[in-house]
């Protein structure tokens, strides 16, 4: 009986799994193989592997997830840092999640008034004297907006991992001689670097197929990976070249969970 509950329990995750994980990868896998002419001639890993195209675009979607999950480390675990000192930290933590319930076709169009020519950081630059600039259409606009989105990725599980952290271990450190900053380079960032993993795989996973921002920001002067999935399924129609594409950036994601998986121990102090 007790066995037959448990499998109660498993069957509606293990429909949800097969049915939305498991069958659409097995799905893109299966498209990879076949050309636009929905023959198999197995040709387009290869031809993917031997594009000098295709291997640029892979290197720019890499350098601008690199990019956009530095930027957002830096600016997060300082003010995830903060946060958790703060009194009413719950209310200020509801602020930061508060921007991911907009959908983030808004907020491209948002950011789309705020960098234009007529825009409020052109009144900015033109009532400081600097003058307007061409914000719009920018490597570094694309950047930014995309650091601006991931941000509450990278911040909630930094939180979480400073929450989770024992007071005992500062106390002790403190009571020890040490001085606050060789206690948070020796004991709280150490002790917190597996929330800071979680956020890398949150914001490094999701920039690499970034497409939306790419067009309405970047003025398809950032090509992506992701810009390229989207000319095969919907332009150029080879959905074959599309799924291949797709494919490589699985792997890739599964390279990087695997790169920041937090490996030691459980309840483990570092050295």
Known sequence: MTNRKNWGYFLPYGLWLVLFV???VALIVYQSFFNLDHQLPLNNYA????SGVYLKMTANSIWYALL?????????YP?????HQ?????????LVILPTWINILLKAYAFIGIFSQAGMANNFLRFIGIGPHQLLFTNASFIFVATYIQIPFMILPIYNALDDLNPAYVNASLDLGATRWQTFRRVIFPLTLPGVKAGVQAVFIPSLSLFMLTRLIGGNKVIT??????????????WGMGSTI??????AMIIVMQLTNDHDQPGGFPR
């Open 47 to 50: 031809t993917y592997f031997q």
């Open 86 to 94: 703060l009194k009413h930290r719950q209310f200020w933590l509801l």
């Open 68 to 76: 956009i999950t530095l930027f957002t480390g830096i600016i997060s």
């Open 22 to 24: 498991i069958a659409p």
């Open 79 to 83: 003010t995830a840092y903060v946060l």
């Open 225 to 238: 990976l992701g810009t390229a999935i989207e000319e095969h399924f919907l332009t150029t129609m080879n």
């Open 246 to 251: 797709g494919v490589i950036l699985i792997l």
